[in-house]
């Protein structure tokens, strides 16, 4: 499925991270999964959250520099090795993977892996045809 990604850029300073969170929390906004790259001064929080709409219009309004970026996310087993068939569907098809992180689903046995790939409805075609989803 296509899901709505929020990428924050904090500042890499004691606090900031908790200080983000606590805005969500205070907004009654759901965190389901999040990723951070960090720099020297820099990091790059990526979020994924029940109301992105909603999230990215508060964070800009509280003037936390975002973006939002269509990403795709998959189910796969949650079990050694389930990634590689989903990663070699994409390698054999000449998909770029730009990143990916992954988180457990909250349906048992499942984890979701989030896929930044230049054309998310041709890679979940690949993927769905291969079998992979």
Not at 41 to 58: C, Q, S
Not at 88 to 115: M, P
């Amino acid at each position: 499925m296509i899901l709505n990604q929020i990428s924050v850029f904090l500042e890499n300073k004691a606090g900031k991270l908790s200080e983000f969170i606590r805005l969500l929390a205070d907004n009654q906004i759901d965190l389901q999964a999040l990723s951070i790259a960090e720099s020297q001064d820099y990091g790059i929080l990526r979020i994924i959250v029940d109301r992105p709409e909603a999230t990215a219009a508060l964070l800009r309004e509280r003037e936390w520099p975002c973006s939002v970026t269509p990403v795709l996310a998959v189910l796969v087993p949650d079990s050694p090795g389930s990634l590689t068939h989903i990663f070699s569907v994409l390698a054999d098809h000449g998909v770029s993977l730009a990143y990916s992180y992954a988180f457990l689903s909250r349906t048992a046995g499942q984890a979701c892996v989030v896929l930044r790939v230049d054309d998310n409805a041709s890679a979940e075609a690949l993927l769905r045809d291969a079998g992979a989803i």
